[in-house]
């Protein structure tokens, strides 16, 4: 299976993994042919990208680190606990299914111990604040279990984390959402939500930690963030996680102004905004943990061969295991070869691919043709 943009162009393509709703509804199952109108209804729910069957690895599943319809669940409660808080303003807002939302993606990641993690899902645009809202408690957490193993503070870091930005409901939804850069004015509103959210949240729990991660996940490490213009060791090692960890997920998201950049690309940017923007530590452990490249993508190698991604590699998480299925003269191997890049040193990867070139999908489909009998 490979992630691709949401297009005319998949139409025919086997869906390869199953789409819910907010609500953690099947809007679309896994095997099920893509048509037309099944592409503008996913369009119109504000999906732009989807796992589809990989022609030349077909047997290749997602990980499921988090499943989707726990991840919808989970995020399904944090938009109804958001909305509710803010609207109760006071201490009565149920904070419990919160806190077994956090518990749920705890035990998910308990259950997958491996080093490297593939974490990467399907966002709407429409529901980006919540959806990005549990993918950085899951990320937090994987980044904060390597520190420590204390189930009261990877509680506190994974409720702060989902909740890090519950004071963006007090910002304007045209702000919020606006396709443009924001005028000085909006900018300044979009940055109440730190304090918006610390406010609420000191309000809701006895617990300081969630409320300072809401305070000061845009604090940056050169002093430059806010809404205090914290500086290095100012900035508590567990908000530092959380921050990094809020910063890739945003950036591998489809936002209202800009695509999403691919793991590897978000890495790289976090390698670079290390030391001024964000903690070097919390960059080094995040770029060991998730997975540079995720199963099901497409890589030009050095060599010029091409692979599918079929495995990571706890040693290093920017050299998976690999399936070369196309050689390097352009031709469709009969029988693919697995390689792990960390066993060849003297092979590197040129290129992330979003789909096969047009010679080898011609190959595809003519070997497609010949099954059918045509």
Same mark, same amino acid.
């Given at each position: ?13 086997? +869906? ?16 099920? @042919? ?15 990208? $989807? ?34 808080? $803010?609207?109760?303003?006071?201490? #009565? ?16 990641? &308990?259950?997958? @111990? ?11 645009? *429409? ?9 950085? &408690? ?13 189930? *009261? ?14 004071? /963006? ?8 959402? /606006? ?44 002093? /430059? ?11 508590? @090692?567990?908000?530092? +996680? ?42 080094? +452990? ?7 490249? @995720? ?6 190698? #050095? ?16 050299? =998976? ?5 196309? *050689? ?10 697995? $390689? ?5 040193? *003297? ?9 096969? =070139? ?12 010949? #099954?059918?009998?045509?």
């Amino acid at each position: 299976m490979r992630l691709a943009k949401l297009s005319n162009k998949l139409e025919g393509k086997v +869906l390869g993994h199953t789409i819910y709703d907010p609500f953690g509804r099947v809007l679309l199952r896994r095997g099920v @042919p893509l048509t037309g109108p099944y592409i503008s209804r996913l369009k119109r729910r504000g999906y732009s990208q $989807v796992y589809v069957q990989n022609e030349l690895a077909p047997d290749l599943k997602l990980p499921q680190v988090i499943s989707e319809n726990t991840r919808a669940q989970a995020t399904r409660i944090t938009r109804d606990f958001a909305i509710s808080a $803010v609207n109760i303003n006071d201490e #009565s807002a149920d904070l419990s299914p919160v806190r077994e939302t956090v518990e749920t993606i705890m035990d998910s990641l &308990c259950s997958h @111990p491996e080093n490297v993690v593939n974490l990467t899902s399907i966002k709407t645009i *429409d529901d980006y604040t919540f959806e990005h809202s549990v993918n950085v &408690c899951a990320i937090s957490l994987i980044l904060t279990r390597e520190i420590t193993d204390r189930e *009261d503070i990877l509680a506190s870091v994974g409720t702060g984390a989902l909740l890090h930005d519950i004071g /963006k409901l007090s910002v304007p939804l045209q702000v919020l959402l /606006k396709p443009g850069p924001l005028s000085s004015d909006e900018y300044e509103q979009v940055k109440q939500h730190t304090t918006a959210g610390h406010n609420l949240l000191k309000k809701l729990l006895s617990d300081p930690i969630p409320s300072q991660l809401a305070l000061r996940h845009h604090e940056r490490i050169d002093g /430059k963030g806010y809404p205090h213009r914290l500086r290095g060791s100012e900035i508590a @090692p567990l908000t530092r +996680l959380v921050s990094a960890a809020d910063v890739f997920d945003a950036v591998t998201s489809d936002r209202v102004y800009g695509e999403a950049m691919k793991p590897h690309q978000a890495i790289e940017l976090l390698q670079s905004a290390a030391g001024s923007q964000l903690d070097p530590k919390a960059v080094k +452990l995040l770029s060991s943990c998730l997975a540079h490249y @995720p199963v099901g993508t497409i890589l030009r190698l #050095s060599t010029g061969e091409i692979a599918v991604v079929y495995g990571q590699n706890d040693c290093s998480a920017a050299r =998976p295991r690999v399936r070369v299925v196309v *050689d390097a003269e352009g031709e469709i191997l009969e029988q693919p070869v697995q $390689v792990d890049l960390t066993e060849n040193s *003297d092979l590197s990867v040129d290129k992330v691919l979003d789909e096969y =070139p047009k010679s080898v999908r011609e190959q595809i489909e003519k070997r497609a043709s010949s #099954s059918l009998g045509g």
